[in-house]
Structure formats: structure tokens, C-alpha cells
């Protein structure tokens, strides 16, 4: 309605008839540009009393017209195939069944058409044209058979690649960036992206106004062509203030310190956008821009104007919820990952389950130090039934006091350590199996350890939740260290890498390593700190903590080794509106535990393998994921389960 009232055709204007025709056959127009050619419109004019007409406007859109075929004439280096493959629009294949491929669009069309001409002007064809484009339609308006003509003409090859204007910077540190070499086949792709390579440098110089363009010099007779960047550098500019708006609850000094780029110093296009990753991976933000104008009346000035979007960084919530192996959980906590909007975080929660009882309170301050040493304190207390989580009959009540400290190594490294005191209770049931009860005979039912970890971390992601590209990498070894009652070590790896495939594809490649034993008084690692496998977060459609070595009772008993990895191919579902909210992809894992400390040699045959698809949802109760899982190696004894989930809801 509201484009009627644009074009004058609204209640209260002067009715004419000549406009309302046009509506039509901008409407029939419109329609047609999307392949619905049956489309019929008829309006009706009725009188009304004091002078007044009433208009009805009657659509029948019809069904979009389907595309039969794609017909190229003119191309001799490459097949149709091979250039219907870059089409957004085709035929589909025959097992594509809800495929939407085929519905006609100009649009659509004239998108394929340039698409079309970027893949010969890569390829060296410096002369190409699209001579005509012919699209028919049936009778009956609903095949479309399209008909495009082209002339592929010649490729050609560089002849020369030469640095021009002012360029300030060194040649040997610019002809780098420029991927293009004498007598390789002209690409306007790779002209482009040297281009902008060469941008990006002067930018991290402070050239914040640096234009960079391709000239090419093309000799036709010789099917050759020279291409020339000529340099625009502008002046080297410093960055008078930065100014911050948006941050209604978070203080500015929380965000001047993630700043890489300060005032008074040189412009730095690394820096800025390196600053803007750093507040991005903080979660205080749903969003975060950066403008950097230049200063009114000045050439060597800019200002960096950083706004935000603060997002709810604390909550205050109950919960009830649904998991496989730990049954109906409960859980209340108050949390606050921007604590009166310093960047300290505080929590305090309760969880309980069939296998699971919790309380716990976390302090981290993120910046204990000016330099970014953070520092945090842990107070715990956990009861766990151990034989509700697949594994065997015991449980233990554990209280822990820690201190932990994060020490900055670089812009993506952190070295973080942490002492802890544990306080550990063993109940053991009498159907419990022979080997914990030779533990309990041998070291007792109660441990007072103390508890040091280190761990190096280097987070490259691009953000903390449904990253896109970048990874994370975490080795830690934890230690009892002597005077424990039980002295261990445990040391474990894990990286996980993004990689952006198409705007909507992502890859996600994980590994996994783990090893533990025992030293000094222990000949071997606790049975209760061994690693497990099995379900979400391992090799999913096989049961939780269900895979390798078995105890006397055939119950679960991990094992002291653990190597796992997983393949995830994903991709955002439910349009753009959920793509930070839930995410869905494909998955192959491989993976399980193996009992070195009993001479257990890790084999092929001992991995086991699943395939499936995933759907992870980051919900107001956190992170959830579901998995449907066909194992693709498994062996006599195994215990698998296909459909895997960890739900809730809040209230």
C-alpha cells in the first residue's frame, strides 16, 4: 500500500485512470521480472457517494514459469557444463527434488550473465562479449527455454606488471603482494585481489586515504597486456581521537584496553580491525563498528568512531531440562560476565540431576594487571552417581578451592595456570566391579590432592560463538602435584579450525589427544580421572562414555589414552534472521580410548567411526546440540544410539 500511496494512488487523492493503468503494467512488469507470466491482474472502479471511487485490485500470480533448458552457442575452450555449472539458475538434477533452481527470475538471469563474464575475463579472456541473450516462454507461460549467444574471443598473457605514482613504500616489500607473474594468463580476479592487497599494505602504514588502481595496456595484435598499479598514497595520517558511543552499561576503559590502535599514534588498518576482533571475542557486544573520517578541515587526521551494541551480559535464571544420560536436570544461577560493566565476571549456580549434584562460584578478573593478567577464584562442591553416566558403580562427592591466573603471550596466545585444593569422598556400591574395589583396598575412600594445571591457548576464531574461520588450540597438563594423596598427571591436546568455504559454508575440522598416568606412590592413573568416549563431543551415535575397555561388571571404565577426531561441514538453517542462533551441518567422527597402562596398543582396529547430521542452538540456557548418528565402524559389545541430545528451557 504503501507504494500505491507513492505513485499518488491512495485514499483522499484525485482518481485517474491513466495512473491506475500504469500500476498495472508496473505491476504485470514486476511480476514478470520473477517468472510468473501467468500472473492476472484486474482492477475494478466502483462509484461511491460524494463523489468518491473505490479501487479493487484483484491478483491471480499464478505459478512461476520452470526453465527447460539453457542453450549456449559460441563457446569452443569450454563445455556447456562447465559454464552452467557457475549458473545460480539451471535445470536441476533429477534427485533434486525440492531444488527451486529452475524458477526463472530476470534478476536471476542477468546475476548468471556477469557471473558468466567474471569466469572468461579470469581465464584471460580479455575480449569477451555476451552477443545476445533470448528468452522463450510456452504457450501456456509455464516453460522457459533460454538462448544465450557469446563471443569468447582470445586469451591473452601478461606482458609486463610495473609499480607507478607516488609510491612511498619500498618495490621489494609491494611487487610480494602482487600474485601475478610475466607470461601467465591474465586474470581480472587475481588483478583485483593485488589491488586490494596493495591497499590493505598502505592502510597498515597509516595511509588511511591510499587509492590503488589497475591500469591495463592491452596490445590486441599480440594478445598481450601490461598491466600498471599506479600508487595514490595520500598523506600518512595520525588518529586524533577515538571516540566510543553505544556502551550504555560497559565503561569506555573496557574497551580502550582491547584497542590495538591508539590516539596520537600513526593509522594502522591491521590495528583497528585486530581491535575489532578483540571486542567481538569479548561477548559483551552484539555488534561492533568502526568509522574512521577524517578530521574537518585537515589532511593528516582521523578520528576512529566506535560504536557498539551492548548485548545482556548477565542473567538471572531457572531451568529445567532433558538429558540422556544424566536424566531431568534442574539448575538456578546468577551470573554477570560484565559485572557492574568493569569486564569482571561472577557467577554463582546450582545444578542437579540423576547423576549430578553442583554448587559453584567463579570470580575472574579479566585485566588483574594493566598488561591483561587476568586472575579468577573457584569455589566448588559436586556429588556424582557415576553409574547414571554409563560408567561404573561408584560416586563421589568432591569440594575444590582454586585460584587460577591468565598471562597474554601475544594477540592470539594466553599461558594460563591455576592451584587447587581437592577434597574427594569415594562411595563405592557392592555391586561395584573388581577393579575399583582393588583401588579401594589398595588406596583408601578419601583424598586430599592438591591440584596444578598449565595451559597454553591460542584462539584465532572470529568469534566466540558459531565461528567462521580462524581456530582455537588448547594443550594442558594437569599434575597432583607431591604431598597429594594420589599422585597424576594427565596431558591432553585439542584444535579445532574453521574454515570459510562459501558465505554459508563453513568447515570445522577437531582433533583430540589425551594421556594420563600415575607417578610416584601411583603406579597408574586414578580409574575415576580416566578419559572417556562416546555420544556428543566425541564419536557421536555410539552411547555416552560407553566405548573402550570394560570392567569386571561389562560397565564403561575409560581408559588412560583418548584420540578422537571430527569432520563438520556447516551451514546456518532458518534464513539470515538465526544464522548466529542455530547452526546445522553433517558430520564424521573416529575415535575412542585405549588402556596403554595395561600394554593396550592403539590399532585401527580399535577406532571406532559415526556419520550423521548435527544442529547446534545457542538458547537463552546456552549452548544445545542434537546429533543423528549411523556408526560406520563398530564391533560386538558396542552400544549405540542414534539420536543424541542435550535440552532444556528456561523459565
Do not use: C
Not at 612511498?168 to 593485488?194: M, Y
Not at 578419601?446 to 580462524?470: M, Y
Not at 550423521?612 to 549405540?640: I, Q
Amino acid at each position: 500500500m504503501a507504494g500505491l500511496k507513492d505513485v499518488g494512488l491512495a485514499e483522499g487523492r484525485v482518481f485517474k485512470r491513466a495512473l491506475l493503468e500504469q500500476v498495472e503494467q508496473e505491476l504485470n512488469r514486476q511480476y514478470f521480472s520473477r517468472g510468473k507470466y501467468g500472473v492476472k491482474i484486474k482492477s475494478e472502479v466502483t462509484p461511491l457517494e460524494r463523489n468518491r471511487v473505490g479501487i479493487d485490485i484483484e491478483i491471480s500470480e499464478g505459478l512461476t514459469a520452470r526453465i527447460k533448458n539453457i542453450n549456449i552457442i559460441g563457446n569452443s575452450a569450454y563445455e556447456d557444463d562447465d559454464l552452467l555449472d557457475e549458473f545460480e539458475l539451471g535445470v536441476p538434477a533429477w534427485y533434486a527434488i525440492f531444488s527451486s533452481r529452475d524458477k526463472y527470475s530476470k534478476q536471476a538471469l542477468a546475476g548468471d550473465l556477469e557471473t558468466l563474464r567474471s569466469f572468461y575475463l579470469d581465464r584471460g579472456y580479455i575480449d569477451f562479449k555476451i552477443e545476445s541473450t533470448q528468452v522463450s516462454i510456452t504457450p501456456d507461460k509455464k516453460d522457459i527455454y533460454i538462448t544465450i549467444a557469446l563471443d569468447e574471443g582470445d586469451v591473452f598473457t601478461l606482458s609486463d606488471i610495473k609499480l607507478a605514482g607516488d609510491l612511498e613504500l619500498p618495490e621489494e616489500d609491494l611487487f610480494p603482494l602482487i600474485h601475478l607473474r610475466r607470461g601467465g594468463v591474465f586474470s581480472r580476479k587475481r588483478v583485483t585481489a593485488s589491488a586490494e592487497r596493495l591497499n590493505k599494505k598502505y592502510s597498515d602504514a597509516g595511509y588511511a586515504f591510499a587509492n590503488v588502481n589497475s591500469i591495463p595496456d592491452i596490445d590486441r595484435e599480440n594478445r598481450k597486456v601490461a598491466i600498471t598499479y599506479f600508487v595514490d598514497p595520500g598523506k600518512r595520517v595520525y588518529v586524533r581521537y577515538i571516540n566510543i558511543s553505544g556502551n550504555s552499561t560497559t565503561r569506555d576503559e573496557v574497551l580502550r584496553r582491547e584497542m590495538r590502535q591508539m590516539e596520537s599514534a600513526w593509522f594502522s588498518g591491521e590495528k583497528t580491525r585486530l581491535s575489532r576482533e578483540r571486542l567481538q571475542r569479548l561477548g559483551f557486544f552484539n555488534d561492533v563498528n568502526m568509522e574512521t573520517p577524517a578530521v574537518p578541515g585537515t589532511t593528516d587526521l582521523v578520528d576512529v568512531n566506535l560504536s557498539v551494541t551492548e548485548a545482556a551480559s548477565g542473567s538471572l535464571s531457572a531451568g529445567v531440562g532433558y538429558s540422556e544420560t544424566q536424566g531431568v536436570l534442574f539448575n538456578a544461577s546468577i551470573s554477570q560476565n560484565n559485572f557492574l560493566g568493569t569486564g569482571n565476571r561472577v557467577s554463582a549456580g546450582f545444578d542437579t540431576s540423576d547423576a549430578t549434584k553442583k554448587v559453584t562460584i567463579v570470580y575472574t578478573d579479566p585485566y588483574y594487571t594493566i598488561d591483561g593478567v587476568s586472575q579468577g577464584y573457584e569455589l566448588s562442591y559436586r556429588e556424582t552417581d557415576f553409574s547414571e553416566l554409563n560408567i561404573s558403580s561408584y560416586s563421589t562427592d568432591v569440594g575444590r578451592l582454586g585460584v587460577n591466573f591468565g598471562v597474554p603471550v601475544s594477540e592470539y596466545d594466553r599461558l594460563r595456570f591455576s592451584l587447587a585444593y581437592e577434597n574427594t569422598k569415594f562411595f563405592i556400591a557392592d555391586s561395584a566391579s573388581d577393579e575399583i574395589k582393588d583401588f579401594e583396598e589398595k588406596y583408601g575412600t578419601k583424598f586430599s590432592d592438591f591440584e596444578l594445571v598449565g595451559s597454553w591457548i591460542r584462539d584465532t576464531r572470529d568469534r566466540a560463538i558459531f565461528p567462521n574461520k580462524g581456530g582455537r588450540q588448547v594443550f594442558t597438563t594437569e599434575l597432583n602435584t607431591p604431598g597429594s594423596d594420589l599422585q597424576y598427571y594427565r596431558i591432553s591436546y585439542r584444535n579445532a579450525q574453521y574454515f570459510p568455504l562459501t558465505n554459508n559454508l563453513t568447515l570445522r575440522l577437531n582433533g583430540e589427544l589425551g594421556y594420563g598416568d600415575g607417578y610416584g606412590n601411583n603406579e597408574e592413573l586414578p580409574f575415576y580421572r580416566n578419559f572417556y568416549a562416546g555420544g556428543i563431543g566425541s564419536v557421536r551415535g555410539f552411547e555416552e562414555n560407553t566405548l573402550g575397555p570394560k570392567d569386571s561388571e561389562d560397565d564403561a571404565i575409560g581408559a588412560n589414552a583418548r584420540i578422537v577426531g571430527q569432520i563438520e561441514l556447516l551451514f546456518p538453517i532458518f534464513g539470515d534472521d538465526f544464522k548466529d542462533t542455530v547452526r546445522a551441518g553433517l558430520f564424521a567422527d573416529v575415535g575412542n580410548v585405549f588402556d596403554l597402562a595395561n600394554d593396550e596398543e592403539i590399532k585401527w582396529d580399535g577406532f571406532r567411526a559415526s556419520t550423521g547430521l548435527m544442529l547446534s542452538w545457542f538458547s537463552p540456557v546456552g549452548a544445545l546440540s542434537f546429533s543423528l548418528g549411523y556408526p560406520l565402524k563398530e564391533e560386538e559389545g558396542d552400544k549405540t544410539k542414534s539420536l543424541q541430545f542435550r535440552i532444556g528451557s528456561g523459565f
